[in-house]
C-alpha cells in the first residue's frame, strides 16, 4: 500500500447498480484514483482490502452491482480521489445509490488515548447518481430512513406520514432551486459527497467494521 505510517484506515461500504451495458474496462478506469492511491499497478491488486476478511472492491456482473466493502491506509489527501470516483461512477450508475465512507484514525488506537485527545475519526455519505434528481432520491431515501429508524422508538409508523411529506417538500424545493440555478447559468451545488459528520469528535467512536 501507498504509506505503512497512514494516519487512517479508509473504508468504503456500500453498492451502485450500474447501467446494463457498462463493462469491466470502464469501471476500472472509474475507480482509478482509488486502486492508484494504494500503490497498485493494476485493478485486480488494488481492489483488494488491507483486511482479509473484506471482499475488497468487486463488480458483480450478474446483477450489475459495483459492490464495495474495501479499507485501504491513507490520510486526509484521499478525499480527492472520492471526489474523482463519485464524477467518474455517475456517468455509469443507473439510479442513485450511496457509499459510506469512514475514516479510522489509527494513531488514537497507538497511542491516542493515553495522550488524552480525542480521535480524528470521519464518516461521510457519497451520493452517486446519473442525474442530480437520481442523487437527491437517494438522499432523500436516506434521511427518511434515518428520520424513521429513530422516531419509531416513539411513534407508531402510520404517526410519521407528516414527516415523510415534510422531507418530500424540503427536496421539492432544492431540486426546484437546482433547476433554477442551472437556467441562470450558476454552478450546480450537487457534489457527489454529503452528509459529513464526525463521530470522533466529543461523542462515542464508530466500530470499526459492522459489516
Same mark, same amino acid.
Given at each position: 500500500?501507498?504509506?505503512?505510517?497512514?494516519?487512517?484506515?479508509?473504508?468504503?461500504?456500500?453498492?451502485?447498480?450500474?447501467?446494463?451495458?457498462?463493462?469491466?474496462?470502464?469501471?476500472?478506469?472509474?475507480?482509478?484514483?482509488?486502486?492508484?492511491?494504494?500503490?497498485?499497478?493494476?485493478?485486480?491488486?488494488?481492489?483488494?482490502?488491507?483486511?482479509?476478511?473484506?471482499?475488497?472492491?468487486?463488480?458483480?456482473?450478474?446483477?450489475?452491482?459495483?459492490?464495495?466493502?474495501?479499507?485501504?491506509?491513507?490520510?486526509?489527501?484521499?478525499?480527492?480521489?472520492?471526489?474523482?470516483?463519485?464524477?467518474?461512477?455517475?456517468?455509469? !450508475?443507473? =439510479?442513485?445509490?450511496?457509499? /459510506?465512507?469512514? $475514516?479510522?484514525?489509527? +494513531?488514537?488506537?497507538?497511542?491516542?488515548? @493515553?495522550?488524552?485527545?480525542?480521535?480524528?475519526?470521519?464518516?461521510?455519505?457519497?451520493?452517486?447518481?446519473?442525474?442530480?434528481?437520481?442523487?437527491?432520491?437517494?438522499?432523500?431515501?436516506?434521511?427518511? !430512513?434515518? =428520520?424513521?429508524?429513530?422516531? /419509531?422508538?416513539? $411513534?407508531?409508523?402510520? +404517526?410519521?406520514?407528516?414527516?415523510?411529506? @415534510?422531507?418530500?417538500?424540503?427536496?421539492?424545493?432544492?431540486?426546484?432551486?437546482?433547476?433554477?440555478?442551472?437556467?441562470?447559468?450558476?454552478?450546480?451545488?450537487?457534489?457527489?459527497?454529503?452528509?459529513?459528520?464526525?463521530?470522533?469528535?466529543?461523542?462515542?467512536?464508530?466500530?470499526?467494521?459492522?459489516?
Amino acid at each position: 500500500m501507498k504509506d505503512l505510517n497512514s494516519t487512517f484506515d479508509i473504508h468504503l461500504h456500500g453498492e451502485v447498480p450500474l447501467q446494463a451495458k457498462v463493462t469491466l474496462e470502464q469501471i476500472k478506469e472509474a475507480l482509478k484514483p482509488l486502486w492508484t492511491y494504494t500503490g497498485a499497478t493494476s485493478f485486480t491488486q488494488g481492489a483488494m482490502s488491507s483486511f482479509d476478511d473484506e471482499p475488497g472492491i468487486h463488480f458483480n456482473e450478474q446483477d450489475m452491482l459495483l459492490e464495495f466493502c474495501w479499507t485501504v491506509p491513507g490520510e486526509d489527501d484521499f478525499r480527492q480521489c472520492l471526489d474523482e470516483m463519485c464524477m467518474s461512477l455517475n456517468e455509469l !450508475a443507473v =439510479v442513485g445509490a450511496t457509499i /459510506e465512507v469512514t $475514516f479510522y484514525d489509527t +494513531e488514537f488506537d497507538e497511542e491516542g488515548e @493515553e495522550d488524552g485527545r480525542e480521535s480524528l475519526d470521519d464518516f461521510l455519505m457519497l451520493f452517486i447518481g446519473p442525474t442530480p434528481a437520481a442523487i437527491m432520491q437517494a438522499q432523500r431515501d436516506l434521511l427518511i !430512513a434515518d =428520520v424513521f429508524h429513530m422516531m /419509531e422508538r416513539h $411513534f407508531e409508523p402510520s +404517526e410519521l406520514t407528516g414527516i415523510s411529506s @415534510e422531507i418530500d417538500r424540503l427536496f421539492s424545493e432544492r431540486f426546484n432551486n437546482l433547476v433554477n440555478s442551472l437556467e441562470m447559468g450558476k454552478p450546480n451545488q450537487i457534489g457527489g459527497a454529503g452528509a459529513s459528520s464526525n463521530p470522533g469528535h466529543g461523542g462515542q467512536r464508530k466500530p470499526r467494521h459492522l459489516h
